[in-house]
């Protein structure tokens, strides 16, 4: 009798044409996270960076096959495939219907059911989009129009705001002409708001001294703001603003040997931050915001790569705030946007180099300084009238921790280096 024998023959097939391949297992649970622990706020949703297939490649991209891992060659391709852009549309339009309408159908008239029925208020339209394929003002305008006929056409939802432009340049006022011109765009479609950011940044990740100089470039960039702010008014004075990428980079800052920066950089980044709130709120800004919630060092145990860890708000380990965190939520529990008043607030520090202060008095009457120590060194502050009232400080000493609560029993308050502080006059010297 003869062996049997048993032939095999391995058949690899090109994926069906008239099927689609949505997979939301991981976008889901984060954005129900973020969803469900903000309801009742104001929010701002991007779905920044388009998906690639969207794209005409020579070559097409390989996704990495750990979906933790950062893909920085994710948004190759410079021109659409379909140069409508209703393909790009479509694709927003159904993503939007996932989370707010229970779910979509597909190109081959599947349904795909999420039950969602989530809401915001703003969404915004891709991201640093000089750099994320490239886009001409031009072509970003089309894109912008086509997303939001998209999302119209899948959702039906016309309440909904969008936030444009979202630049990571500067001084490109020609990109902002064009854009805020309404004859630029098709018919019925909104201006809500633009966006774009501002990053300081550092010669040294170790040598605090260096960190003086955040402010000075701050400074610098009022005066782009400024400009921006003339052609907005001139073209679409209708339209809001948002500042939505505010902080530092240090340098190195995603290469795995860098060295780790001393705690007193969150510090430092803090008093930026709060400084840039207090100048940008000068200028009529709407909102300025931070830009990433958790960057980290590598992380081997995780396998995670460097995710700017100078730009977190929290500790990476602990989950802890810095004093980013903490100095923005002390200014979001302190001000009372449509009530509190900015007053003429004087100093004999002129140059405005050692601190900076601003003052407020609320509709009750309660009156309020910031003060922030620009420098790398202790810094006295004579406060008339202050004593009796109450401070909150948030320095090195307080760390991961909240701003520390004081009452004075001095005019004279030390700031430690970086230190931002918030003086509570007391009603006895209320006007």
């Not at 774009?196 to 782009?224: C, M, V």
Request: proline fraction near 5%; glycine fraction near 6%; aromatic fraction near 14%.
């Amino acid at each position: 009798k003869g062996t049997v024998k048993r032939l095999l023959i391995q058949i690899q097939c090109d994926p069906p044409q008239n099927n689609t391949y949505y997979n939301f297992t991981y976008l889901d649970t984060m954005l129900e996270d973020f969803l469900d622990a903000t309801d009742g706020h104001s929010r701002i949703i991007s779905f920044s960076t388009q998906p690639n297939w969207l794209f005409k490649q020579a070559t097409p991209h390989i996704y990495p096959d750990n979906a933790t891992f950062t893909d920085w060659g994710y948004p190759v391709g410079t021109q659409l495939v379909d140069e409508t852009m209703q393909e790009l549309g479509d694709y927003y339009g159904r993503l939007f219907a996932w989370y707010t309408r229970g779910g979509f159908i597909d190109e081959y008239s599947r349904k795909h059911i999420s039950n969602y029925q989530y809401n915001w208020d703003y969404t915004e339209i891709f991201n640093e989009i000089e750099g994320e394929h490239s886009m001409t003002i031009e072509y970003y305008t089309r894109a912008y129009d086509a997303v939001i006929q998209g999302i119209r056409r899948h959702t039906n939802n016309y309440d909904m705001k969008y936030v444009g432009m979202s630049l990571g340049g500067h001084n490109e006022f020609s990109w902002y002409r064009y854009f805020l011109n309404h004859s630029n765009h098709a018919p019925n479609i909104p201006l809500d708001m633009i966006s774009y950011h501002f990053y300081a940044f550092g010669n040294s990740r170790t040598d605090p001294k260096d960190w003086e100089s955040f402010f000075g470039q701050l400074d610098i960039f009022i005066f782009e703001v400024e400009q921006i702010e003339e052609i907005r008014k001139s073209l679409s004075p209708q339209t809001r603003t948002t500042i939505d990428e505010v902080g530092v980079i240090l340098p190195d800052d995603n290469i795995p040997e860098a060295p780790q920066f001393p705690m007193i950089y969150w510090n430092a980044a803090a008093a930026l931050y709060a400084y840039a709130w207090a100048i940008i709120s000068r200028q009529g800004i709407d909102v300025a915001t931070h830009s990433q919630l958790v960057g980290f060092p590598e992380l081997p145990d995780l396998q995670l790569q460097p995710q700017f860890p100078s730009v977190a708000l929290l500790n990476w380990t602990t989950g802890e705030g810095t004093a980013k965190y903490w100095i923005t939520k002390l200014l979001i529990d302190t001000v009372d946007i449509d009530n509190d008043e900015a007053v003429v607030t004087q100093t004999t520090d002129t140059s405005g180099k050692n601190i900076f202060s601003q003052g407020f008095i609320s509709k009750n009457g309660h009156r309020w300084v910031l003060i922030i120590n620009k420098r790398y060194a202790n810094v006295d502050v004579f406060l008339p009238g202050c004593t009796g009232g109450r401070m909150q400080i948030a320095n090195e000493a307080s760390g991961f921790g909240p701003p520390t609560e004081i009452t004075l029993t001095l005019s004279r308050i030390t700031l430690s280096p970086f230190a931002v502080a918030i003086v509570h006059m007391p009603s006895s010297e209320m006007e």
